[in-house]
């Protein structure tokens, strides 16, 4: 039986957006601005993340002691402007202690477990520093651990969501307290079946909003970052870019998938599965509108946007026993899946294989993909070729597969590039190729100002 509840909105602020206690301010006025945000799902404020993953490392003594004197100066710059820091001032201390205790640790047993235990540390400051903030302005708020709700395989660094179990202990755990009070919790971290702390990947915090979205059949996900919607590609990169009103759940996914790090490459299939719509805009500059992704947009032009992922490593893999192409693909295959390494792109010829391993997104920032094990097993089969130093350039947009002169509008002023492996066609979506990275950045701005500007 589905019962129906009141529609509720799950608001997610970024690193920048729980920065300092001015960040936190603007945040909690944007969360108190709409009833309807009932559950607030934080990323650690922005630097304390890659903190404790150097951290994580395995640190000598007196670099670990500057890292976590830097820590702990980011967390009492925002305790010391509160009214009552000392019960919170004491919490954040124990948490700190944790901190150094597990850093320590890691000079003799790096693991990426320890690395997830270690950074949810970061979600665990700024949520219970955000609920002090909160509690300042009067509203009555709560705490909630989000690892008894987001339960996960035990992929450390990059662990997948079980959705069901999720959706029962959301209903169980979570919908209660959100029937009393305003709740905040952590995005990006979770919890194996034994209890142990996860991470879904960097930049996860957006995937924990929209698996709670789900769980909870909410009206929308707002996702406040620090730019003022999706761009037709990252401003950073390209100042011209411009922010696309609204966007398909495709487009957008595709562009996630395609390094657009504004959302978590997974953030889109909780939502696209529920048909929740995602809004995303800026802390510092709530009224200046933002980018509404839903299933439907009006008839949008064909070229839609850019987006670029770095540190792509090319895998090439060439048949060298003269089987036919369908059983030295099915060894190859069977091969990465027993070794669990996520396809991405593949391009293929009778006798060889090229894929990208993209090592970006897992929270140790570690390839682990690429193990010896794996190399020297894919080797009894090929010969193994590895070219590194790529990026991975995608021009997304609808019906690709359609348009007759794309080729030559993406190619002809990339003449002086060497382009690597392009797909297209399985994805009417996108067109990606690999460039070497030192030049992506230029071709970039060439391909946003021929197609975009
Ligand atoms: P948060 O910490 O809020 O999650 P992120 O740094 O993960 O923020 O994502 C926001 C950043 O994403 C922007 O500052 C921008 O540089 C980058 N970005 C990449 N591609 C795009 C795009 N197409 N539109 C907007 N921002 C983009
Ligand atoms: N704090 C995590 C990170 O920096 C997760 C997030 O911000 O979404 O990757
Ligand atoms: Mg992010």
Same mark, same amino acid.
């Given at each position: 039986?589905?019962?129906?509840?009141?529609?509720?909105?799950?608001?997610?602020?970024?690193?920048?957006?729980?920065?300092?206690?001015?960040?936190?301010?603007?945040?909690?006025?944007?969360?108190?601005?709409?009833?309807?945000?009932?559950?607030?799902?934080?990323?650690?404020?922005?630097?304390?993340?890659?903190?404790?993953?150097?951290?994580?490392?395995?640190?000598?003594?007196?670099?670990?002691?500057?890292?976590? =004197?830097?820590?702990?100066?980011?967390?009492?710059?925002?305790?010391?402007?509160?009214?009552?820091?000392?019960?919170?001032?004491?919490?954040?201390?124990?948490?700190?202690?944790?901190?150094?205790?597990?850093?320590?640790?890691?000079?003799?047993?790096?693991?990426?477990?320890?690395? =997830?235990?270690?950074v949810s540390h970061g979600e665990m400051m700024s949520s219970l520093l955000f609920v002090e903030v909160l509690r300042e302005r009067e509203v009555e708020t709560q705490w909630f651990d989000a690892r008894k709700v987001i339960r996960t395989d035990d992929t450390f660094g990059c662990a997948a969501p079980e959705i069901h179990t999720i959706a029962e202990l959301a209903e169980k755990?979570?919908?209660?307290?959100?029937?009393?009070?305003?709740?905040?919790?952590?995005?990006?971290?979770?919890?194996?079946?034994?209890?142990?702390?996860?991470?879904?990947?960097?930049?996860?915090?957006?995937?924990? @909003?929209?698996?709670?979205?789900?769980?909870?059949?909410?009206?929308?996900?707002?996702?406040?970052?620090?730019?003022?919607?999706?761009? #037709?590609?990252?401003?950073?990169?390209?100042?011209?870019?411009?922010?696309?009103?609204?966007?398909?759940?495709?487009?957008?996914?595709?562009?996630?998938?395609?390094?657009?790090?504004?959302?978590?490459?997974?953030?889109?299939?909780?939502?696209?599965?529920?048909?929740?719509?995602?809004?995303?805009?800026?802390?510092?500059?709530?009224?200046?509108?933002?980018?509404?992704?839903?299933?439907?947009?009006?008839?949008?032009?064909?070229?839609?946007?850019?987006?670029?992922?770095?540190?792509? #490593?090319?895998?090439?893999?060439?048949?060298?026993?003269?089987?036919?192409?369908?059983?030295?693909?099915?060894?190859?295959?069977?091969?990465?899946?027993?070794?669990?390494?996520?396809?991405?792109?593949?391009?293929?010829?009778?006798?060889?294989?090229?894929?990208?391993?993209?090592?970006?997104?897992?929270?140790?920032?570690?390839?682990?993909?690429?193990?010896? @094990?794996?190399?020297?097993?894919?080797?009894?089969?090929?010969?193994?070729?590895?070219? #590194?130093?790529?990026?991975?350039?995608?021009?997304?947009?609808?019906?690709?597969?359609?348009?007759?002169?794309?080729?030559?509008?993406?190619?002809?002023?990339? =003449?002086?590039?060497?382009?690597?492996?392009?797909?297209?066609?399985?994805?009417?979506?996108?067109?990606?190729?690999?460039?070497?990275?030192?030049?992506?950045?230029?071709?970039?701005?060439?391909?946003?100002?021929?197609?975009?500007?």
């Amino acid at each position: 039986m589905t019962r129906n509840y009141p529609q509720i909105i799950v608001a997610k602020f970024g690193g920048t957006s729980v920065a300092d206690f001015d960040a936190m301010s603007r945040s909690a006025t944007i969360v108190l601005a709409d009833k309807a945000v009932r559950l607030v799902v934080l990323s650690a404020s922005a630097g304390v993340t890659n903190l404790l993953v150097e951290l994580s490392g395995g640190l000598e003594s007196s670099v670990r002691q500057d890292k976590i =004197d830097t820590l702990r100066t980011l967390q009492y710059n925002i305790i010391s402007r509160l009214k009552q820091p000392e019960a919170i001032g004491q919490e954040i201390e124990r948490l700190i202690d944790n901190i150094s205790h597990l850093a320590a640790m890691a000079v003799d047993s790096r693991s990426a477990a320890l690395c =997830d235990e270690l950074v949810s540390h970061g979600e665990m400051m700024s949520s219970l520093l955000f609920v002090e903030v909160l509690r300042e302005r009067e509203v009555e708020t709560q705490w909630f651990d989000a690892r008894k709700v987001i339960r996960t395989d035990d992929t450390f660094g990059c662990a997948a969501p079980e959705i069901h179990t999720i959706a029962e202990l959301a209903e169980k755990r979570l919908r209660p307290r959100i029937d009393q009070a305003l709740v905040v919790t952590q995005g990006f971290i979770g919890s194996d079946a034994a209890g142990q702390t996860t991470t879904l990947g960097r930049g996860g915090s957006d995937y924990t @909003a929209s698996l709670l979205a789900e769980a909870l059949q909410a009206a929308r996900v707002d996702i406040w970052t620090d730019v003022a919607g999706i761009y #037709t590609t990252d401003p950073r990169i390209v100042p011209q870019a411009k922010r696309i009103d609204t966007l398909s759940f495709a487009e957008a996914s595709e562009m996630a998938v395609c390094g657009a790090k504004v959302l978590h490459p997974a953030t889109l299939l909780p939502a696209v599965r529920k048909n929740i719509p995602v809004f995303v805009g800026s802390s510092a500059q709530p009224r200046a509108g933002g980018t509404l992704v839903c299933r439907d947009t009006q008839e949008p032009p064909r070229y839609r946007a850019l987006a670029l992922r770095r540190q792509q #490593t090319l895998l090439k893999l060439t048949c060298v026993n003269g089987q036919p192409a369908h059983r030295f693909l099915a060894e190859i295959f069977a091969i990465l899946s027993r070794h669990d390494v996520a396809l991405d792109l593949v391009t293929i010829s009778e006798s060889s294989i090229a894929l990208i391993l993209n090592a970006t997104g897992s929270t140790s920032g570690q390839a682990e993909t690429m193990t010896t @094990a794996l190399l020297t097993e894919l080797s009894s089969y090929s010969h193994v070729e590895i070219e #590194t130093g790529l990026a991975l350039v995608s021009l997304i947009g609808n019906a690709l597969a359609q348009a007759p002169a794309m080729c030559k509008e993406v190619f002809a002023d990339l =003449d002086t590039h060497a382009v690597r492996m392009i797909c297209h066609g399985a994805s009417s979506h996108a067109l990606c190729f690999l460039l070497p990275a030192e030049c992506a950045e230029s071709a970039m701005k060439t391909l946003h100002r021929n197609l975009l500007e």
